[in-house]
Nanobody, 125 residues
Framework: QLQLVESGGGLVQPGGSLRLSCAAS????????IGWFRQAPGKEREGVSA????????SYADSVKGRFTGSRDNAKNTVYLHMNSLKPEDTAVYYC??????????????????WGQGTQVTVSS
């Protein structure tokens, strides 16, 4: 079993920055692919970013490329999503999730086995 807890969400003005954290605990936590997803009211869950076990491979949605960066610190059992140049359309609940298939860095929600509870990000002036 793997447990994931997100933090770092909040209210930020357009053009601002936030850093989300995903704290992982449980068996073989260092080896899971960690993905970030978001879901806005009335919309489907969208894959935003994914990072491989030791950070060597990443994947990003086109809508966030150049603005969001994923990183991980396995010594701290934490994965981060650095979000810059935030836009109102980035407003959503953000979730981190874990995938046990080491061969991929997927942005597809059904590929992920474990999920956190989510953290709200609101971009508004």
């Amino acid at each position: 079993q793997l447990q994931l807890v997100e933090s770092g969400g909040g209210l930020v003005q357009p053009g601002g920055s936030l850093r989300l954290s995903c704290a992982a605990s449980g068996f073989a936590k260092d080896y899971y692919i960690i993905g970030w997803f978001r879901q806005a009211p009335g919309k489907e869950r969208e894959g935003v970013s994914a990072i491989s076990s030791f950070g060597g491979r990443t994947s990003y949605a086109d809508s966030v490329k150049g603005r969001f960066t994923g990183s991980r610190d396995n010594a701290k059992n934490t994965v981060y999503l650095h979000m810059n140049s935030l836009k109102p359309e980035d407003t959503a609940v953000y979730y981190c999730a874990a995938d046990g298939d080491y061969a991929r860095v997927s942005l597809t929600a059904r590929d992920y086995d474990y999920w956190g509870q989510g953290t709200q990000v609101t971009v508004s002036s």
